[in-house]
């Protein structure tokens, strides 16, 4: 009796085992893996969850209670939207219980009492040092929704041009302002060219530093080729890509840098570890970028399911290689960027919710020269601009003088 019963739970265990390698294997290839993907997060919709409790001439409080993160926990300058109007708000001036007391810089339209709000990181400065809202946020300084061009966002003149990689002709908007190089914008995961508002915004203080902007796309972006395995890659096969985008720079200047935004530095730092003219570039900028893509992998999945013990994390990991047919050491660049003496600065955030900062902190712990690393305090997710505005552009400065 003792006997079959052990065999019962023997099956039973592989059977729960099964279900939920299956399970969370299928989560991890429709959160992370799959290139058909649909948008959401229009405006005003019953999905926001931040309550304004009270506002004021020059504060606003809101009632955070169900907001597990965002924008509205952090400090820095936002977007909140509502019903019927939005308004920027700038760091936080309390925190009691489930509200946030924070700084009201403007209102387009109405906020009222009552209202249910989202947050945006999108926020651009205008020439009159007044804040605006672009759109809402979807991630990575991405839109939801929309098409954003340099002129729309940035009042900058552009054309679009096409580079050539092995899956066939891929656009860019190329800026046409400055003469000291250029900047190529590597957008991050499920990513848009024509929704990339991060890069149409840093474009608009760039021209001043006297270089163009070329906002790419890439394998796997709406409408464009996607990559023979069906899935993202973060960085195997999207270097290719880069690579060809840098070409294609090369045509107008011998002085190039690299941006790459989250997921935007796989590729990036994919291309550090194959290409095989490193010479090809002068720099590179990364904010909050994924590099060791199972690693934000487990964190997320570790915040999102804390209930899981994390050393079923390595199951599920083998699970969905199995399943998936993919490689997730290959995703990981880590060493490349260590051992490259390609001058680098790096932004993130302490409090991002995506990608873990200690991916940044173990590269910046062990590179000594040509590394700048600008590490900010209770910061998420690509929004260390928001964070402080002034060093930010700052510290882009510096960098790009120093590249002669």
């Known amino acids: ?227 023979p395995s069906g899935i993202f890659q973060y960085g195997t096969t999207e270097w290719k890509d880069i690579d060809a985008a840098i070409n294609k720079a090369l045509e107008f200047t011998d002085n190039v840098v690299l941006f790459g935004t989250s997921g935007g530095g796989g590729p990036i730092s994919s291309w550090l570890k194959n290409s095989v003219d490193k010479s090809k570039i002068k720099g590179i900028i990364y904010e909050a970028p994924v590099i060791n893509f199972w690693e934000s992998v487990e964190v997320n999945g570790a915040a999102r399911y804390p209930w899981v013990p994390g050393q079923l994390f390595g199951y599920f990991k083998i699970f969905t290689e199995i399943r998936y047919d993919v490689d997730f050491q290959k995703m990981n660049f880590t060493d490349a960027v260590i051992n490259s003496d390609i001058p680098v600065l790096l932004f993130h955030g302490d409090d991002d919710e995506w990608v873990p900062i200690e991916m940044s902190d173990l590269i910046a712990s062990s590179r000594d020269t040509n590394f700048t690393y600008i590490r900010y305090e209770n910061v998420g997710h690509v929004t260390s601009w928001n964070a402080d505005p002034d060093n930010y552009v700052y510290q882009l400065s510096q960098f790009l003088a120093g590249l002669g």
């Open 1 to 227: 009796m003792i006997k079959k019963l052990g065999y019962i739970l023997v099956i039973l265990t592989l059977v729960i085992l099964g279900g939920a390698g299956w399970f969370f294997s299928g989560v991890i290839y429709e959160g992370a893996l799959n290139p058909e993907f649909n948008d959401s997060g229009s405006i005003g919709t019953a999905e926001d969850r931040v309550l304004v409790s009270e506002v004021n001439s020059n504060s606003i409080i809101l009632n955070v209670e169900e907001e597990l993160w965002g924008p509205l926990l952090e400090r820095g300058i936002y977007g909140i939207i509502g019903q019927n109007g939005d308004a920027v708000v700038g760091n936080i001036i309390s925190t009691e219980g489930t509200t946030v007391k924070r700084e009201l810089l403007n209102i387009n339209g109405t906020i009222v009492v009552g209202d249910k709000i989202r947050g945006t990181s999108l926020v651009v400065r205008d020439d009159n040092n007044e804040y605006k809202i672009l759109g809402t946020s979807g991630w990575s300084g991405q839109a939801s929704e929309g098409v954003y061009t340099p002129k729309s966002v940035s009042n900058l003149d552009y054309e679009t041009i096409y580079y050539k990689s092995e899956l066939g002709e891929f656009p860019a908007y190329l800026t046409n302002k400055g003469d000291k190089g250029i900047v190529i914008f590597v957008h991050g995961f499920r990513g848009d060219y024509s929704r990339e508002v991060f890069a149409k915004m840093r474009a608009g203080e760039i021209v001043d530093m006297g270089y163009r902007s070329m906002i790419i796309s890439y394998r796997n972006d709406k409408g464009l080729p996607k990559d």
